[in-house]
């Protein structure tokens, strides 16, 4: 596809359960982030990607939240034991590289959890 | 500690008229700047940058202007459409450092 791809769009799931989201970047992009946007809030960075680079994984809240990248594409977000307060948009975007790049983003995936 | 901030919430201004949405920093490492556009249910989109470098960068109806000093910047929009009615963030980064930071965001209504 021509932009980054997130699903699902939207997720309801039951308190202590996992979930994983899914994001595919654009074409050719090496770098991908993971930002969360709890309401009323900006987007908080989670984690990156670069290339086979280790993940810069200082955004990540607690030890339940965990990501992967295959090479240069998909990448999974998994929430485990999911919590009310993981309610939010998880928004995954790409870039070219780092630095300077601009970041395009997905539509995110809207996480209630009850 | 929030290193970007956008202390309106709100803004609604009249088609055709000028739109200024503000936004402040406070690490002075920053020295990139970025402005994301978001409609309801969609992802960010890029609007326009400026590097530290600059004062000022134009791109169509947008400008955005950088006081360094002040750690300030804002984004013009003139004339403003009704199709610019969305939520605007202002975002941050510094150095070899990746990660944006954002501010929480304005949301601009533009009355037609």
């Known amino acids: 596809g021509a932009g980054v791809s997130q699903s699902p769009s939207n997720k309801v799931t039951e308190k202590g359960k996992d979930v994983e989201l899914r994001c595919d970047p654009i074409s050719g992009h090496t770098a991908l982030y993971w930002y969360r946007q709890r309401l009323g809030q900006g987007l908080e960075f989670l984690i990156y990607f670069q290339g086979n680079s280790a993940p810069d994984k200082s955004g990540l809240p607690s030890d339940r939240f965990s990501a992967e990248r295959t090479g240069e594409s998909v990448s999974t977000l998994t929430i485990q034991r999911t919590q009310q307060e993981d309610s939010a948009v998880y928004l995954c975007a790409s870039s070219f590289s780092t630095g300077r790049n601009i970041q395009y983003f997905g539509a995110g995936t809207r996480l209630s959890v009850l | 500690d929030q290193q970007v901030k956008q202390n309106s919430p709100s803004l609604s201004v009249q088609e055709g008229r000028i739109s200024i949405l503000n936004c402040d920093y406070t690490?002075?490492?920053?020295?990139?700047f970025l402005w994301y556009k978001k409609y309801p249910a969609e992802g960010p989109t890029f609007l326009i940058s400026?590097?530290?470098?600059?004062d000022k960068n134009e791109d169509g109806r947008f400008t955005v202007f950088l006081n360094k000093s002040a750690k300030h910047l804002s984004l013009h929009i003139v004339p403003s459409q009704p199709g610019d009615s969305a939520v605007y963030f202002c975002a941050a980064s510094g150095g070899s450092n990746y990660k944006l930071t954002f501010g929480k965001g304005t949301l601009l209504t533009v009355n037609p």
């Open positions: 400026i590097s530290s470098i600059k």
């Open positions: 690490n002075s490492m920053f020295d990139y």
